[in-house]
Protein backbone atom coordinates (compact mmCIF):
# COMPACT_ATOMS: atom_id res chain seq x y z
CA UNK A 1 0.00 0.00 0.00
CA UNK A 2 1.26 3.38 -1.07
CA UNK A 3 1.87 5.76 1.57
CA UNK A 4 -0.10 8.38 -0.01
CA UNK A 5 -3.33 7.50 -2.53
CA UNK A 6 -4.71 10.02 -5.07
CA UNK A 7 -7.05 8.72 -8.06
CA UNK A 8 -4.82 10.59 -10.89
CA UNK A 9 -7.97 11.90 -12.94
CA UNK A 10 -8.23 13.17 -14.80
CA UNK A 11 -11.19 14.90 -13.16
CA UNK A 12 -13.16 16.95 -15.47
CA UNK A 13 -15.63 19.35 -14.17
CA UNK A 14 -17.83 21.72 -15.37
CA UNK A 15 -17.17 25.89 -14.58
CA UNK A 16 -18.72 27.16 -11.73
CA UNK A 17 -19.41 23.52 -10.51
CA UNK A 18 -17.57 22.13 -7.44
CA UNK A 19 -14.58 19.78 -7.98
CA UNK A 20 -13.88 17.37 -5.20
CA UNK A 21 -10.19 15.91 -4.80
CA UNK A 22 -9.74 12.54 -2.69
CA UNK A 23 -6.39 11.53 -0.79
CA UNK A 24 -6.20 8.49 1.74
CA UNK A 25 -2.45 7.90 3.64
CA UNK A 26 -1.21 5.08 5.33
CA UNK A 27 0.36 6.49 8.84
CA UNK A 28 -2.17 6.71 11.16
CA UNK A 29 0.38 8.77 13.16
CA UNK A 30 0.42 11.56 10.69
CA UNK A 31 -0.63 14.61 11.99
CA UNK A 32 -0.99 17.36 9.17
CA UNK A 33 -1.50 17.61 5.41
CA UNK A 34 -0.87 19.66 2.93
CA UNK A 35 -2.62 20.31 -0.79
CA UNK A 36 -0.05 21.66 -3.39
CA UNK A 37 -1.84 22.81 -6.93
CA UNK A 38 0.97 22.51 -9.75
CA UNK A 39 0.70 23.76 -13.31
CA UNK A 40 2.25 22.38 -15.94
CA UNK A 41 6.28 22.11 -16.08
CA UNK A 42 6.02 25.01 -12.87
CA UNK A 43 6.64 24.04 -9.15
CA UNK A 44 3.86 22.75 -6.57
CA UNK A 45 2.45 25.61 -4.89
CA UNK A 46 0.85 25.04 -1.39
CA UNK A 47 -3.00 26.26 -1.45
CA UNK A 48 -4.24 24.70 1.82
CA UNK A 49 -3.03 22.45 4.83
CA UNK A 50 -5.26 21.00 7.74
CA UNK A 51 -4.46 19.84 11.33
CA UNK A 52 -7.43 19.18 13.00
CA UNK A 53 -10.27 17.08 12.24
CA UNK A 54 -13.06 18.52 10.68
CA UNK A 55 -13.25 21.77 7.93
CA UNK A 56 -10.82 24.55 7.38
CA UNK A 57 -12.03 26.94 4.42
CA UNK A 58 -10.11 29.36 2.61
CA UNK A 59 -12.03 31.39 0.18
CA UNK A 60 -12.74 28.77 -2.65
CA UNK A 61 -11.34 25.98 -1.26
CA UNK A 62 -12.23 23.81 1.77
CA UNK A 63 -10.09 21.18 3.10
CA UNK A 64 -11.76 17.96 4.53
CA UNK A 65 -9.62 15.98 7.15
CA UNK A 66 -11.19 12.49 8.86
CA UNK A 67 -8.04 10.83 10.70
CA UNK A 68 -10.27 8.21 12.17
CA UNK A 69 -10.86 6.94 8.16
CA UNK A 70 -6.81 8.50 7.04
CA UNK A 71 -8.65 10.31 4.58
CA UNK A 72 -8.28 14.00 3.39
CA UNK A 73 -10.11 15.91 0.64
CA UNK A 74 -10.18 18.98 -1.00
CA UNK A 75 -13.16 20.74 -2.45
CA UNK A 76 -13.05 23.68 -5.02
CA UNK A 77 -16.41 25.93 -5.07
CA UNK A 78 -17.26 28.39 -8.25
CA UNK A 79 -14.94 25.98 -10.18
CA UNK A 80 -12.45 28.69 -12.82
CA UNK A 81 -10.59 27.32 -15.73
CA UNK A 82 -7.85 28.92 -14.23
CA UNK A 83 -8.11 26.22 -11.65
CA UNK A 84 -7.37 23.35 -14.22
CA UNK A 85 -4.09 21.91 -12.36
CA UNK A 86 -2.71 18.69 -11.05
CA UNK A 87 -3.61 18.79 -7.35
CA UNK A 88 -0.81 17.02 -5.20
CA UNK A 89 -1.80 15.67 -1.67
CA UNK A 90 1.09 15.50 0.88
CA UNK A 91 1.58 14.58 4.17
CA UNK A 92 5.11 14.51 6.33
CA UNK A 93 6.97 11.38 7.88
CA UNK A 94 10.02 10.36 8.93
CA UNK A 95 10.01 12.69 11.99
CA UNK A 96 8.25 14.83 10.17
CA UNK A 97 11.38 16.13 7.72
CA UNK A 98 10.25 15.12 4.76
CA UNK A 99 7.04 15.12 2.74
CA UNK A 100 5.29 12.09 1.08
CA UNK A 101 3.59 13.09 -1.78
CA UNK A 102 0.62 11.51 -3.61
CA UNK A 103 0.40 10.99 -7.42
CA UNK A 104 -1.41 13.92 -8.10
CA UNK A 105 -5.27 14.22 -9.78
CA UNK A 106 -5.57 16.11 -12.81
CA UNK A 107 -8.22 18.38 -12.61
CA UNK A 108 -10.01 20.01 -16.11
CA UNK A 109 -12.25 22.62 -15.19
CA UNK A 110 -14.60 22.99 -18.64
CA UNK A 111 -15.62 26.38 -19.50
CA UNK B 1 13.72 38.71 -0.31
CA UNK B 2 14.77 36.27 -2.38
CA UNK B 3 12.93 32.80 -2.42
CA UNK B 4 14.18 29.78 -3.26
CA UNK B 5 16.00 29.68 -6.35
CA UNK B 6 17.45 27.27 -8.95
CA UNK B 7 19.18 26.66 -11.81
CA UNK B 8 19.39 25.96 -14.19
CA UNK B 9 15.60 25.46 -15.07
CA UNK B 10 16.19 23.31 -18.13
CA UNK B 11 18.85 21.19 -19.30
CA UNK B 12 19.40 18.60 -21.63
CA UNK B 13 22.18 15.81 -21.48
CA UNK B 14 22.34 12.21 -22.76
CA UNK B 15 22.72 9.28 -21.66
CA UNK B 16 25.96 8.00 -19.71
CA UNK B 17 26.78 11.77 -18.89
CA UNK B 18 26.92 14.20 -14.94
CA UNK B 19 25.23 16.55 -14.08
CA UNK B 20 24.79 18.87 -11.24
CA UNK B 21 22.10 21.01 -10.19
CA UNK B 22 22.05 24.19 -7.85
CA UNK B 23 19.70 25.70 -4.72
CA UNK B 24 20.13 28.08 -3.06
CA UNK B 25 17.59 28.48 -0.04
CA UNK B 26 15.32 30.95 0.98
CA UNK B 27 17.16 33.42 3.49
CA UNK B 28 17.48 32.65 7.01
CA UNK B 29 17.17 28.96 5.66
CA UNK B 30 19.24 26.24 6.58
CA UNK B 31 17.85 23.17 5.69
CA UNK B 32 17.45 21.95 1.82
CA UNK B 33 15.54 18.89 0.15
CA UNK B 34 15.36 17.70 -2.53
CA UNK B 35 12.74 16.11 -5.01
CA UNK B 36 12.51 14.19 -7.73
CA UNK B 37 9.39 14.79 -9.64
CA UNK B 38 8.99 11.82 -13.37
CA UNK B 39 5.94 13.07 -15.80
CA UNK B 40 2.65 12.26 -14.22
CA UNK B 41 3.93 11.37 -11.15
CA UNK B 42 3.97 13.01 -7.36
CA UNK B 43 7.67 14.50 -6.05
CA UNK B 44 9.70 11.70 -4.24
CA UNK B 45 12.14 12.82 -1.40
CA UNK B 46 16.33 12.64 -2.76
CA UNK B 47 17.60 13.50 0.33
CA UNK B 48 18.14 16.65 3.02
CA UNK B 49 21.19 18.51 3.60
CA UNK B 50 21.62 20.26 6.89
CA UNK B 51 24.68 21.46 8.72
CA UNK B 52 26.83 20.18 5.42
CA UNK B 53 25.79 16.59 6.19
CA UNK B 54 23.37 14.17 4.52
CA UNK B 55 20.84 13.95 7.19
CA UNK B 56 18.05 11.73 5.56
CA UNK B 57 17.77 10.44 2.24
CA UNK B 58 14.83 8.53 0.29
CA UNK B 59 15.02 5.41 -2.00
CA UNK B 60 17.05 6.56 -4.42
CA UNK B 61 20.82 4.60 -5.79
CA UNK B 62 24.57 6.03 -5.12
CA UNK B 63 24.20 7.67 -8.43
CA UNK B 64 22.67 10.69 -6.78
CA UNK B 65 24.61 12.53 -4.59
CA UNK B 66 24.88 15.84 -3.05
CA UNK B 67 26.60 18.61 -1.15
CA UNK B 68 25.76 21.69 0.73
CA UNK B 69 28.19 24.38 1.33
CA UNK B 70 28.65 26.80 4.71
CA UNK B 71 26.41 29.64 2.61
CA UNK B 72 23.36 26.75 3.29
CA UNK B 73 23.30 26.44 -1.04
CA UNK B 74 23.52 23.20 -1.94
CA UNK B 75 24.26 20.90 -4.93
CA UNK B 76 22.75 17.53 -6.65
CA UNK B 77 24.55 15.49 -8.38
CA UNK B 78 23.94 12.58 -10.93
CA UNK B 79 26.20 10.38 -12.39
CA UNK B 80 25.48 8.05 -14.95
CA UNK B 81 22.55 9.58 -16.42
CA UNK B 82 19.80 6.72 -17.20
CA UNK B 83 16.62 8.05 -19.80
CA UNK B 84 14.73 7.42 -16.21
CA UNK B 85 16.45 10.11 -14.64
CA UNK B 86 14.70 12.69 -16.49
CA UNK B 87 12.08 14.58 -14.73
CA UNK B 88 11.38 17.77 -13.07
CA UNK B 89 14.15 18.48 -9.73
CA UNK B 90 12.89 20.72 -7.31
CA UNK B 91 14.55 21.96 -3.96
CA UNK B 92 12.89 22.60 -0.67
CA UNK B 93 14.36 25.27 1.90
CA UNK B 94 13.38 25.33 5.49
CA UNK B 95 14.47 26.58 8.77
CA UNK B 96 15.89 23.34 10.91
CA UNK B 97 15.11 20.18 10.95
CA UNK B 98 11.78 20.55 12.99
CA UNK B 99 8.10 19.44 12.31
CA UNK B 100 7.56 20.58 8.76
CA UNK B 101 5.02 22.96 8.76
CA UNK B 102 3.06 25.28 5.73
CA UNK B 103 5.24 28.36 7.25
CA UNK B 104 8.28 26.26 7.00
CA UNK B 105 8.94 24.56 3.80
CA UNK B 106 9.43 26.47 0.35
CA UNK B 107 10.43 24.87 -3.05
CA UNK B 108 12.11 26.55 -5.70
CA UNK B 109 10.45 27.02 -9.36
CA UNK B 110 12.39 23.39 -10.49
CA UNK B 111 15.39 22.31 -13.34
CA UNK B 112 13.73 20.34 -15.70
CA UNK B 113 16.14 17.91 -16.79
CA UNK B 114 15.59 15.91 -20.12
CA UNK B 115 18.19 12.50 -21.22
CA UNK B 116 18.55 11.54 -24.53
Known amino acids: QKEVEQNSGPLSVPEGAIASLNCTYSDRGSQSFFWYRQYSGKSPELIMFIYSNGDKEDGRFTAQLNKASQYVSLLIRDSQPSDSATYLC???????????FGQGTRLTINP | DAGVTQSPTHLIKTRGQQVTLRCSPKSGHDTVSWYQQALGQGPQFIFQYYEEEERQRGNFPDRFSGHQFPNYSSELNVNALLLGDSALYLC???????????????FGSGTQLSVL
Open chain 2, 92 to 106: ASSLGQGIITNEKLF
Open chain 1, 90 to 100: AVPTQGAQKLV
